[in-house]
């Protein structure tokens, strides 16, 4: 970690570049002559026609080079990377096991250097990054130790294409790949196209050299979606992003035969009635700002009974106040850096300053830690936290998830109100309700659209055993996590939950 009082803003743009002539050291082979990332598919370093920067949102600069590849490109190498299946499903688990723990221990070797890479990637501090990397080694453990019994009668699907967002690349993104590829089948997945791609590429570099069958390619989202997901030699498809585009990928699949899971936005509520323990509420509140609010289970809906409104603000102004939003990976601490990019950043400037022109009352408004900046440092990605009250219902704000540290209070008057605003959204990943009534509480989250909901506690993704999925537009087919996730990519006997249209 670097020194707030040491380092400049030069020093700062040589320890990015440091960390990339250290890579090429450590992975050449992800690399041309030029230091330009190249694409891996089964098992050959691609040369695309074109490159694209990848931007560090920390502070705008040019972290490396990515492959910008074409449509026939990738439809090429989906069909290269389909034909693996036959010799890699060929082999016995315990083959493809060992493989994976080779992989595995690969990844060991480099996750310092992976983590630190991922840090100016996205934008993650250094403790976020951390758990990015471990929770995928610690997740895959786990799947290694209870793989047998997960795919007793089963078989490999097929080659399983994954379209994921940026901001967990290992800990969600990289395990599903693994796992998918433990099952006995090739993988093929996508750079997301706003982060994340340098550190996803020399991971993927890591793999191939244990022997998976895993591709990994970049280019627009528009001019590869029809190889990534009509392709027919793609048997199933692992989704991550916004509804819009989610909805889109679920028209094309739900007229194929093709598996699929999906995972969609929703905005994500808290209700809080007849409620008195502020303090644990005010824990939560600060844990929920991990990685400035870029996470699908974040909490950016607070629906409360209209007498408990002061006792909610005061709590939040309390606990967010004492939040610092900083460069990332300076000595200052920080409790969260920049947001992706500086065009994200904007996007909710905008919401906000609309909400404001149309009555919106900003309840709180953070700022940035001053001494957690290096001198003329680009700052435009860097968002504060913002607490908002009375945003109206044609607002974006109101129906959509903000993907940021973005808060939008609503206050109500009746049991029958708090659920329908909690339910704004047509349905949810996470949930939760505050109450000192247990019998309340409980009457209240079965009425919660989502697919987890949590009682005077948050809820989050999980992994391994814990299933994971949605209610309504925030998923569709099949759930996720543990035994789940296996057979939503593989055939057999047994009926796969999911979120299934009628």
């Known amino acids: 970690m670097l020194n707030s009082e040491l380092v400049g803003e030069p020093l700062l743009h040589l320890e990015s570049r440091h960390l990339l ?6 992975i050449p082979e992800a690399f041309d002559a030029q230091g330009r990332l190249l694409s891996p598919i089964a098992g050959r370093w691609v040369r695309p026609p074109a490159w694209f920067n990848a931007v560090s949102p920390i502070d705008c600069s040019v972290l490396a080079e990515l492959p910008l590849l074409g449509a026939a490109q990738v439809s090429a190498g989906v069909e290269q990377a389909a034909a693996e299946l ?31 890479i991922l840090a100016w990637d996205i934008g993650k501090t250094l403790p ?3 758990n990015d990397v471990d929770r995928c080694l610690s997740g895959i453990g786990w799947y290694l130790e209870r793989m047998g019994p997960m795919l007793d009668g089963r078989k490999p699907l097929g080659l399983v294409s994954n379209i994921a967002s940026w901001n967990y690349p290992f800990s969600v993104l990289l395990l599903n790949v693994l796992v998918q590829a433990l099952s006995g089948n090739p ?15 020399l991971a993927f ?63 994500n509520a808290y209700a809080i009635t007849h409620f008195t323990d502020w303090d644990a509420l005010a824990r939560q ?85 001053e001494d957690a900046f290096t001198a003329r440092q680009d700052r435009r990605a860097y968002l504060p936290p913002t607490l908002l009250f009375g945003v109206p219902r044609d607002s974006e704000l109101y129906r959509r998830e903000p993907f940021g540290p973005v808060d939008v209070l609503v206050s109500v008057d009746s049991e029958e109100e708090l659920v329908r605003e909690a339910n704004v959204s047509n349905g949810a990943l996470v949930a939760s309700v505050a ?37 309504g537009g925030s998923w569709a087919g099949a759930f996720v996590g543990g035994t789940h996730l296996v057979r939503a990519f593989t055939d057999g006997p047994h009926p796969m939950e999911g979120n299934w249209p009628d």
Not at 187 to 201: F, H
């Open 86 to 116: 036959g010799p890699w499903a060929a082999r016995p688990l315990e083959d493809r096991a060992l493989a994976v723990t080779e992989a595995v221990a690969e990844l060991l070797a480099h996750r310092d250097l992976l983590v630190r």
């Open 435 to 471: 109450t000192d009534d247990p019998e309340l509480a409980q009457r209240i989250a079965a009425r919660l659209h989502a697919f987890k909901v949590g009682i005077n506690a948050l809820r989050s993704r999980g992994d391994r055993e814990e299933s994971f999925g949605g209610r």
């Open 187 to 201: 993988v093929i997945a996508k750079i997301p196209t706003q982060g994340g791609g340098v550190s996803l590429t």
């Open 285 to 369: 509140l600060r844990v929920g700002f991990d990685f400035g609010k870029q996470r699908c289970t974040a909490y950016t809906r607070w629906v409360v009974e209209r007498s408990l409104v002061p006792k909610f603000v005061r709590t939040y102004v309390d606990t967010v106040s004492t939040l610092r939003v900083g460069h990332p990976l300076l000595g200052a601490h920080v409790d969260f850096g920049p947001l992706i990019s500086p065009s994200k950043a904007e996007e909710l400037r905008s919401l906000i300053a609309e909400a404001r022109e149309q009555g919106t009352a900003v309840l709180y408004q953070g700022g940035l830690a």
């Open 205 to 267: 570099a890591l793999l191939r050299r244990a022997g998976l069958p895993v591709s990994l390619v970049g280019g627009r989202g528009r001019d590869l979606s029809e190889a990534l997901v009509g392709h027919p030699c793609i048997a199933g498809v692992a989704f991550i992003g916004g509804r819009a585009n989610g909805a889109e990928v679920h028209r094309r699949l739900r007229e194929s035969d093709k598996r699929y899971a999906l995972e969609m936005e929703g905005v």
């Open 21 to 26: 002539a250290e890579a090429r050291g450590a």
């Open 128 to 130: 976020t990054a951390c």
